[in-house]
C-alpha cells in the first residue's frame, strides 16, 4: 500500500510540474516579444508617415498657418522623399519576383486566352 502512494505522489508532482511548465513558459519566451522589422516594413512605415506629413503641410496652407512658398518648399521636399522611396519600394519587389515563375504564369495565360479565343469561336 505504501509503494502505491509514493508512486501516486511522484505522478501527481510530475503532472503539477508539468502543468506549471506549461502555463509559465509563455512569459519567459523573450523572442516573441522582440520583433525584427524588415527592409519593406521599414519602408512601408516611412512612406505612410512623410504621406502624413504631405497632408499634414496641405492642410496647414489651407489654414494659413504656414506661407506659400514654405508649402511649395516643404511639399517639393517631402515628394521627393516619397518618390524615392516609391523607387526603393519597387526595386525592392522586382528583385522578390521570380523571372522564370513570371514567364511560365504570363505563358499558361496566353494559352488559356487562345483556347478561349478558339472556343468563342466553335460557338459562332
Known sequence: MQDISI???IFTAAIALTCLFLILSPLFKWDAYITTSTKTQDIATTKEAL???LNEIEFEYKMDKISH???KVLKRQYETEV???MKEEEQLIDKSVD???MA???KEIEEQMQSYKNKKG???
Request: charged share 30%; net charge negative; proline share 0%.
Open 122 to 124: 466553335e460557338g459562332k
Open 51 to 53: 504621406l502624413t506629413t
Open 99 to 101: 523571372v522564370d515563375l
Open 7 to 9: 508512486i501516486s505522489m
Open 69 to 71: 512658398t514654405d508649402y
Open 104 to 106: 511560365e504564369v504570363e
Open 83 to 85: 518618390a524615392s522611396i
